[in-house]
Structures are given as structure tokens and as C-alpha cells.
Nanobody
Framework: QVQPVESGGGLVQPGGSLRLSCAAS????????VAWFRQAPGQEREFVSA????????RYGDSVKGRFSISRDNAKNTVFLQMDSLKPEDTAVYYC???????????????????WGQGTQVTVSS
């Protein structure tokens, strides 16, 4: 059973960049789909991006397309979320999630994922 562990959050000015990391504790991400979701205060958890490690398929939420990029480092057993051109509305707790057997059409669905990290805070403010 793999446990995602997030890192890399922090405070950044509008227009800046951050890179979040999601490491696999207790196992490897081999054969998994790994996703990022975010949740702002008082709002529902929102899909951000996902990467299907078998085949390399990626998905992005509409609000982050063209600004965020998901990637992996197999040697480090880590998935990254590169966030550029950050906006105040990107402020949220970002969660990494993982699951096996996720079909491509379900990569953005919250209920597709069984293993969740504790989250890392991203604050975009001047």
C-alpha cells in the first residue's frame, strides 16, 4: 500500500512559480495513476491534474491548463506539479492522491483515488 507524501508548498507572489512534489512512501508508484487535487476554504475539492504512469496519459483541470504541468521522476519515485503564472485564486491546500486501475476517462474523478496525502498549503498573495 503506497502512501503519498506532498512537499513544496509555500507563499508566492502572483505571477510566480512553485513546484510541488509527491513521493511514494511504503511502496512505488509503478502502475499507479497519481493526481493532484486542491481545496480552498469553504469550497469542494477540485481536480487539478493527473498522470497515468502506465502510458504517460495526462489530464488537467480547465482552470490550470497552460499554466501547470505534471511530470515524474521514476528514479526518485516522485511525481511533480510545476505551477507557473500563479494567481490568487490558486490559493488552496493541494493534495496528492494515487490509485491503481484508474481508467483514462476517470482520471479527474475524486472517487477514483484510494490513497491520499495530508496536503500542502499554497498561498498566492502579494
Amino acid at each position: 500500500q503506497v502512501q503519498p507524501v506532498e512537499s513544496g508548498g509555500g507563499l508566492v507572489q502572483p505571477g510566480g512559480s512553485l513546484r510541488l512534489s509527491c513521493a511514494a512512501s511504503g511502496g512505488t508508484f509503478s502502475g499507479y495513476t497519481v493526481a493532484w487535487f486542491r481545496q480552498a476554504p469553504g469550497q469542494e475539492r477540485e481536480f487539478v491534474s493527473a498522470l497515468r504512469l502506465n502510458g504517460g496519459h495526462t489530464r488537467y483541470g480547465d482552470s490550470v491548463k497552460g499554466r501547470f504541468s505534471i511530470s515524474r521522476d521514476n528514479a526518485k519515485n516522485t511525481v511533480f506539479l510545476q505551477m507557473d503564472s500563479l494567481k490568487p485564486e490558486d490559493t488552496a491546500v493541494y493534495y496528492c492522491a494515487a490509485a491503481q486501475g484508474v481508467i483514462i476517462s476517470s482520471m479527474s474523478r475524486l472517487l477514483s483515488y484510494h490513497y491520499w496525502g495530508q496536503g500542502t498549503q499554497v498561498t498566492v498573495s502579494s
